[in-house]
């Protein structure tokens, strides 16, 4: 029984450093949708995400390895957070601009979910190796490591909150996510084989796309 606990306690915490480690990427996305939101509803918002986050985890953990070989899933899911990318800094921007909130708690959540499934199947296919299909084990080592992902998407807001250039910052590093998953994509590798500077300029485009698009957009919005 001891090692048995022992295994346990050590595949969980595992699973939370897995998930802490590769879970950078998705602390950024919930930080910028909550920024958007009434400082009375950002930890609403952050805990609403998260923890439906952690849910679609464990659902899709069990079938991470056949998802993860369905080609063009990752390269639409790269498109979709190239969209969510700019959107997100689009509203963070006219927050900072007008000094009024845009959107609202239930956008935020829509887009920390999808977000978070489209930028999580390495993550999940991970975290499905460690937890042996064992669903007690998957949920202990991500319930465990939800509360870290929320302290520092509440903490990554505030800053944000205090220096918006970060915002253009965290909305670059969603378009290096998806220019990496379009990339990378089975098909992609399938039918170009993309050599590893290949890989390093798709992230490079991706993230100046979504600051070149913000730009744009911002560029021709009246002056208020």
Same mark, same amino acid.
């Given at each position: 029984m001891?090692?048995l606990?022992?295994?346990f306690?050590?595949?969980a915490?595992?699973?939370?450093?897995i998930?802490?480690?590769?879970a950078?990427?998705?602390?950024?996305?919930?930080a910028?949708?909550?920024k958007s939101?009434?400082h009375?509803?950002?930890?609403s918002?952050?805990?609403?995400?998260?923890?439906?986050?952690?849910?679609?985890?464990?659902i899709?953990? %069990? %079938?991470?390895?056949?998802i993860?070989?369905?080609e063009?899933l990752k390269?639409a899911?790269?498109?979709l957070?190239l969209?969510? +990318?700019v959107?997100?800094l689009?509203?963070?921007?006219?927050e900072?601009?007008?000094?009024?909130?845009?959107?609202?708690?239930r956008?935020a959540?829509?887009?920390i979910?999808?977000?978070? %499934?489209?930028m999580?199947?390495?993550?999940?296919?991970?975290?499905?190796?460690v937890?042996?299909?064992?669903l007690?084990?998957?949920i202990a080592?991500?319930g465990?490591s939800i509360?870290?992902?929320? %302290?520092?998407?509440?903490l990554?807001?505030?800053?944000?909150?205090?220096?918006p250039?970060?915002?253009?910052?965290?909305? +670059?590093?969603?378009?290096?996510?998806?220019?990496?998953?379009?990339?990378?994509?089975?098909w992609?590798?399938r039918?170009?084989?993309p050599?590893?500077?290949?890989?390093i300029?798709?992230e490079?485009?991706?993230?100046?796309?979504?600051?070149?698009a913000?730009?744009?957009?911002?560029?021709?919005r009246?002056?208020?």
């Amino acid at each position: 029984m001891g090692q048995l606990t022992g295994g346990f306690f050590f595949d969980a915490l595992a699973i939370v450093l897995i998930d802490v480690l590769l879970a950078g990427d998705n602390a950024v996305v919930i930080a910028l949708a909550v920024k958007s939101l009434p400082h009375a509803q950002r930890r609403s918002g952050v805990i609403a995400g998260a923890a439906g986050a952690v849910v679609l985890r464990v659902i899709l953990t %069990f %079938f991470a390895a056949k998802i993860l070989q369905l080609e063009f899933l990752k390269l639409a899911g790269g498109l979709l957070i190239l969209w969510i +990318a700019v959107k997100l800094l689009i509203a963070g921007s006219r927050e900072d601009e007008t000094g009024a909130s845009a959107g609202s708690l239930r956008q935020a959540v829509w887009m920390i979910l999808v977000a978070d %499934f489209t930028m999580s199947l390495d993550n999940i296919l991970a975290v499905a190796a460690v937890s042996h299909d064992s669903l007690a084990l998957l949920i202990a080592g991500l319930g465990l490591s939800i509360s870290l992902v929320v %302290f520092t998407s509440s903490l990554l807001s505030r800053i944000m909150d205090r220096y918006p250039i970060l915002v253009w910052v965290g909305a +670059a590093v969603l378009g290096r996510v998806a220019g990496e998953m379009i990339i990378t994509d089975p098909w992609m590798k399938r039918v170009v084989n993309p050599p590893e500077p290949a890989v390093i300029a798709a992230e490079v485009c991706g993230a100046a796309a979504v600051l070149l698009a913000g730009w744009c957009i911002r560029a021709r919005r009246p002056a208020k």
